[in-house]
């Protein structure tokens, strides 16, 4: 099967199939796209590689749905919404049963959110998947990293921790073992995320800050902090446990929620006179929200181990143990 054969099969779609925002799709020396009147192109990459960002063994359709959802996060997070992507392919051999897997997981999460593959391009070499995505945002409207402001509420989405911990249970680290059936449940976590698309919609003009979780909890807001010029207070009774987490013990339960990374959940800051609003957004969006620390002024992050009291965290200051954890982690 020659190179054009394989991007017609599995990369090309016919009139009619999928969602179609282009002027000129896919099939030309390039694709032609603009975004609404009044709004702004939002635009980001992400590669994965082989033994680096997955293992070998994975299931194609569930690595072609996480290749597209951790670019569609990035979307998310800037309160874009998704409309087209271009894929840059580079293949060891022509697996065609690999190829089916892959773009079916693939086109299925594009259809899902409306974004059309619009282009790329097909190479020989390691097994690597660079996507870039496009999305539009009314002009001006764009969530940042820089917004955030002393007094705002610091919010997580979902459940932040459990692909961390199905990668540990893959590296075998974890005493005790999961059983087989909470396995399965945060393995499909790790290899099949769900991109917060609905709930960055929902966030747009509402919260004044936001970054997605892809290094850990705490890593990507030391980048919201350093941009917003603030300090953050966490309370470590207020982090989100999922069911799964909950069985395990109480420091790991910390060290995922707060280190894990690859959850691709929604990190944002919102005034706390907003507050009803962002449950109400979360609730929209269907995904549950959590509000986990406070803005601050003064500069640098401040864990305590209480819960929230009238209006802050509580308890007593902890050693931070988290932000240099794991700092050169596999990805
Ligand atoms: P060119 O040589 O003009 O850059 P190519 O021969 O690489 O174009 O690709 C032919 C067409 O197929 C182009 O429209 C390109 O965008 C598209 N294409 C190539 N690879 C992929 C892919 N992996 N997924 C989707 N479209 C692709
Ligand atoms: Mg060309």
Request: with cysteine; aromatic share 6%; glycine share 12%.
């Amino acid at each position: 099967m020659g190179e054009f054969d394989l991007i017609a099969r599995y990369f090309h779609r016919p009139d009619g199939q999928g969602p179609r925002h282009a002027i000129v799709p896919n099939g030309d020396d390039c694709a032609v796209i603009a975004p609404a009147p009044g709004m702004q192109l939002a635009v980001s990459t992400d590669t994965m590689v082989e033994g680096r960002h997955f293992l070998s063994t994975v299931d194609p359709a569930r690595l072609g749905h996480k290749a597209l959802a951790v670019n569609l996060s990035d979307l998310a997070a800037c309160g874009a919404k998704p409309l087209a992507f271009t894929l840059a392919l580079t293949l060891p051999r022509v697996d065609q049963a690999w190829l089916a897997g892959f773009s079916g997981g693939l086109l299925a999460l594009a259809d899902e959110h409306g974004c059309e593959l619009i282009g790329g391009d097909t190479t020989a070499g390691p097994l690597a998947i660079g996507i870039t995505v496009m999305g539009e945002v009314p002009a001006g409207q764009a969530l940042l990293r820089s917004g955030a402001r002393p007094g705002d509420e610091l919010w997580v989405s979902g459940w932040p921790g459990e692909a961390r911990l199905a990668l540990e249970a893959f590296r075998g680290t974890l005493v005790p073992p999961l059983d087989g059936e909470a396995f399965e449940a945060v393995r499909l976590r790790m290899e099949r995320p769900t991109p917060r698309v609905a709930l960055g919609l929902a966030l747009r003009g509402l919260a004044s800050s936001a970054i997605d979780v892809s290094d850990g909890l705490l890593g990507d807001l030391g980048h919201v902090l350093k941009r917003s010029r603030v300090g953050v207070e966490i309370a470590l009774g207020a982090l989100p446990v999922s069911p799964w987490l909950a069985t395990r013990p109480l420091a790991e339960q910390q060290d995922n929620v707060l280190a894990g990374g690859d959850d691709y959940e929604l990190l944002f800051t919102a005034p706390a006179a907003r507050h009803a609003e962002v449950l109400a957004a979360g609730q929209a969006a269907g995904v549950p929200v959590h509000r986990i620390g406070l803005l601050q002024a003064e500069v640098g992050l401040r864990v305590r181990d209480g819960g929230w009291g009238a209006e802050e965290p509580t308890g007593q200051p902890v050693a931070n143990r988290w932000t240099s954890f794991d700092h050169f982690k596999m990805a």
